[in-house]
């Protein structure tokens, strides 16, 4: 009985041949031919750079009943991809600084801070789970769909002209090509997510429309909880409510505050918020030593901003539930941390303040 369907090998070696020197972008789209060609064979095309500006290698990963054949192809004058990691020692280097070279297990030490900030890693497993789902089910752009991709991307930074583009493009190391690369990646993550959440995101409105007002708000951070605690106390007497901006300069002052104005969501206030109204102070909820307070409220509409927070929920809770299933392989750390690390992936994405996203947030 035959692994594969006829043909389907040496077309993916002429896919291969076919790609050589190509990129990622490129690849993506003459993908598509391959996949006509074989519709009912799941394909995924995987790729390594061996340094900025190098060329790209690529290798076409196909499911078979007991595991999974990887084709790849090795144009003159490249290293075949199984030679790659044994390749040069300085792959291992990071960086290199007056000479002396910066390793990965060096780079990974002074990234300790990961054991101790669960969200990193949370993000860390969130790309790689995206990653997989985009090749399953691949989202392609037209030229006009990219185009406007790449305004918006441009929009949100700031880059309105020419100009400005280049220099920005410049102190990333980045070219054109690049640049479409990540834009492309950002639409399709994009579009992943209102997959992910259909129509779902009017029925929460709908079940919830208190929770979606928006509030204007003053976010006043403390040291430590006590000081949080005796706060609240102090801006809820009777004379805050009439001069809360003259407060919340004086607890900056003598207090130590660091005041900052936000557009929130009620709901990401917690339970306190409910029927909170202009000049009302909500303590802050959970461990945080955050007093909020209220400026003005502006009913719920579901507008597009509400919408895509929502949808922005429901892609991190979709996301909770995939990492809770996930098989994660940590290759570097202790046993200790990073069996803490693993387990703090499968608790649900309000602890890594990863939820929905406030009405100011882009995306």
Not at 248 to 271: I, N
Not at 314 to 341: H, K, N, Q, Y
Request: aromatic fraction near 6%.
């Amino acid at each position: 009985m035959a692994l594969f369907p006829d043909h389907l090998l040496n077309d993916a070696l002429a896919f291969l041949r076919r790609i050589s020197g190509a990129e990622p972008a490129d690849a993506r789209r003459l993908l598509d031919d391959l996949r006509a060609g074989h519709p009912n064979v799941p394909m995924r095309l995987v790729w390594q750079r061996d340094h900025p500006g190098g060329s790209h290698h690529y290798d076409l990963l196909i499911p078979a009943p007991d595991g999974t054949v990887s084709v790849a192809f090795a144009p003159a004058r490249a290293v075949p991809w199984p030679l790659r990691g044994s390749q040069s020692a300085g792959e291992q280097v990071v960086v290199r600084v007056d000479g002396a070279d910066v390793r990965m297990e060096q780079a990974m030490a002074v990234l300790d801070g990961l054991w101790g900030d669960s969200s990193l890693a949370v993000r860390l497993v969130n790309a790689a789970l995206v990653e997989q789902e985009l090749e399953r089910e691949p989202v392609e752009l037209t030229a006009e769909e990219l185009q406007e991709a790449m305004d918006a991307f441009r929009r949100a930074r700031g880059l309105l002209t020419v100009r400005a583009t280049r220099d920005w493009m410049t102190e990333r190391g980045l070219d054109h090509a690049a640049l479409e690369v990540i834009v492309h990646q950002e639409a399709a993550i994009a579009r992943l997510r209102r997959r992910v959440a259909g129509e779902d995101a009017a029925g929460l409105f709908a079940a919830d429309p208190g929770g979606h007002d928006r509030l204007s708000v003053m976010r006043l951070r403390y040291p430590h909880l006590e000081a949080a605690r005796a706060a609240a106390a102090r801006l809820r007497a009777e004379d805050a409510r009439a001069a809360i901006f003259a407060k919340a300069a004086e607890e900056a002052f003598e207090y130590g505050a660091d005041v900052r104005p936000a557009l929130v969501y009620r709901r990401e206030l917690g339970p306190e918020a409910a029927g909170a109204g202009a000049g009302d102070v909500v303590a802050g909820c959970g461990p945080e030593p955050l007093v909020t307070c209220v400026l003005e409220v502006r009913p719920a509409v579901l507008d597009d901003e509400t919408r895509q927070a929502i949808e922005n929920r429901i892609f991190d809770d979709w996301l909770a539930r995939r990492r809770a299933e996930a098989s994660v392989e940590w290759m570097w750390g202790t046993a200790r941390r990073t069996g803490s690390v693993t387990r703090a992936l499968r608790v649900p994405d309000g602890s890594h303040g990863a939820s929905e996203a406030s009405p100011a947030a882009g995306g």
